[in-house]
């Protein structure tokens, strides 16, 4: 049997990491037959082609009205073409995104909140807005054309079904597996170890991690009013942040953080291996994201026993769980509250350490992830 995948606009971070992942998996055990990989022509995406693995590789384009056109070239004929040379019998598209003509089973991985949360969608600035309008339209699009759509989270579920009541695709939630780039995991000693390391240095400098690349609803703003409460009170504390210096949106909050008034440290956008030693240094994880389709450094920082600090929002309590420490959405104060309370009660902090350890044995191994969209795939086919 022949599957078509398509990870062309896996670029990002996250979604590039379970495209790796997934490419990994079929690589080390394909037993359903051929599998063609669409993927973007940079580096990260390094495979080679053999009988039963296929990799086109396509350019990837810089201007909106190019990535337009070229999507719309992929979908209505590129994909078709492929689909007939390889009697594709099922297609995977892990980018939001399948309104290609082709007759075969058709599942979307829907990963993005702006194309079902409406909130989130108004609260937009006229050009990103009208960019996201035309995803909207897309996705429209494909809803009508698939049969199953795969969700993160029971979040992201609800808010599909309300944005499309009377849908007749299939709905599966699948949540995400913590990268192959981390290795093994972590056992409950080495965790315990790691906690106990922890509370022998937080009494000095409380070190917290936000990691996530820079996007409206990702508030990152909301560390810096923290960030000058905490100093206000005499918190020695450091804030670290993951952010590529080249995009043009961060450079407001990147000039506003080099001030004294703050104590926010860019890291840059490194990759998971090097953010391996800052998830073990850190002391607690900070999450301030307004909506999130699953949110993959929760499960990161869960893995390594970090309390996990988050808005009191449905997407946070889907992912989190117990292990988490809510605030109300941009309430600063309680925010502040929270870490205070972890300084000042560490019996606490090694509860909700374990905690967050045990919410995140939950969540599936990569085998097994892969298991599940592979099942279906193959299903009734």
């Not at 049997?1 to 079929?26: C, D």
């Not at 860019?266 to 073990?280: G, M, S």
Request: glycine residues 4%; contains cysteine.
């Amino acid at each position: 049997m022949s599957i078509l995948i398509n990870f062309y606009n896996q670029k990002g971070a996250g979604p590039k990491n379970i495209a790796l992942n997934f490419i990994n998996e079929v690589i080390e055990n394909n037993s359903h037959g051929k599998t063609v990989f669409l993927i973007p022509d940079i580096k990260d995406y390094d495979f080679n082609s053999n009988h039963n693995v296929e990799f086109v590789r396509l350019p990837c384009h810089k201007t909106v009205i190019m990535k337009v056109l070229f999507r719309i070239y992929l979908e209505l004929f590129f994909i078709p073409f492929l689909a007939r040379k390889h009697n594709i019998k099922s297609f995977l598209a892990f980018g939001n995104f399948l309104f290609a003509p082709v007759k075969c089973k058709k599942t979307v991985l829907l990963h993005h909140p702006y194309l079902v949360d409406d909130h989130l969608f108004k609260k937009l600035d006229v050009k990103p807005k009208t960019v996201e309008a035309l995803k909207r339209m897309a996705f429209l699009f494909t809803t009508k054309n698939i049969d199953t759509v795969v969700v993160q989270s029971s979040y992201m579920q609800n808010q599909l079904e309300a944005k499309f009541p009377k849908h007749k695709f299939l709905i599966e939630v699948i949540p995400n597996p913590i990268s192959q780039a981390f290795g093994k995991n972590l056992d409950l000693n080495q965790v315990t170890q790691l906690i106990e390391k922890r509370l022998s240095s937080m009494k000095q400098t409380i070190e917290l991690l936000y990691v996530s690349r820079f996007y409206p609803h990702k508030n990152h703003d909301f560390l810096i009013a923290l960030s000058k409460f905490l100093n206000a009170q005499k918190i020695p504390h450091r804030i670290k942040v993951t952010i590529d210096p080249d995009i043009t949106e961060s450079k407001e909050f990147l000039t506003a953080i080099s001030g004294l008034d703050t104590s926010i440290v860019n890291l840059t956008e490194i990759d998971q291996k090097q953010l391996i030693e800052h998830y073990q240094a850190t002391h607690l994880f900070i999450f301030p994201s307004k909506a999130e389709t699953f949110g993959n450094p929760l499960i990161e920082a869960m893995g390594y026993g970090l309390p996990i600090l988050v808005p009191d929002l449905e997407y946070a309590h889907s992912v989190v769980g117990d292990g988490g420490l809510y605030y109300s959405k941009d309430d600063v104060k309680m925010a502040a509250d929270k870490i205070k309370l972890l300084l000042n009660d560490l019996a606490l902090y090694q509860q909700k350490s374990f905690e967050s350890y045990k919410q995140f044995a939950s969540y599936p191994d990569t085998r097994s992830w892969f298991q599940q969209f592979k099942n279906i795939a193959l299903h009734d086919e």
